[in-house]
């Protein structure tokens, strides 16, 4: 696994970031309630005082502001993982060749419930989500891509493409059935 790593110095300083942050906001709620408590019957009312539940609030604030600066810094200092497309990996490319079916009965919607929609879905759909869910699971940079579509003939649509955008707007409803 390649994971991106941080030094300890890095990641010490971004903890004394963090910790420093931390103060300024302490002296910053501070400074702030102490402006507040001058104007409290014009802001809250005639008891002067706050609903309970904004209490809660200045500490929330002070360990968001923390957390905030802890993870830009860490941000700035990790490694960046890049994908390398020029990269030929070890034993070359694998081929997965998809077979599309473009036929009309492919829009009957008889392809399951869509829970999110509140609808059921077409063949396509369902297809579509089948293999969306395939290309999560396999690594991308070592494998290329083509869709032959099908319906009275076969055509192909894209070959060989690493771009995972393309594939996907090819099974989202292209009107690839016009083709033939």
């Not at 473009?102 to 009957?108: E, K, N, R, W």
């Not at 290309?135 to 319906?151: K, N």
């Amino acid at each position: 696994v390649n994971i991106p790593d941080i030094t300890t110095d890095a990641a010490t300083l971004a903890l004394w970031v963090a910790l420093g942050a931390g103060v300024f906001a302490v002296l910053a709620e501070g400074w702030h309630s102490r402006r507040t408590r001058r104007v409290a019957r014009l802001a809250f009312g005639p008891l002067g005082q706050a609903r309970v539940w904004t209490r809660i609030a200045p500490p929330i604030r002070v360990l968001a502001l923390s957390a905030m600066a802890w993870g830009l810094l860490t941000l700035f200092f990790i490694r960046p993982r890049v994908a390398s497309y020029d990269k030929i990996p070890e034993g070359g490319y694998r081929h997965l060749v998809i077979a599309w079916d473009v036929s009309p009965s492919m829009q009957l919607d008889d392809g399951g419930f869509d829970s999110g929609k509140q609808k059921k879905r077409t063949r396509a759909q369902r297809g579509a989500k089948v293999l969306l869910s395939l290309f999560e699971r396999i690594a991308l940079d070592q494998v290329r891509i083509s869709i032959v579509a099908f319906f009275t003939g076969a055509k192909p649509v894209v070959v060989d493409t690493h771009d995972l955008n393309v594939v996907k707007n090819i099974l989202d409803d292209l009107p690839l059935d016009m083709a033939f």
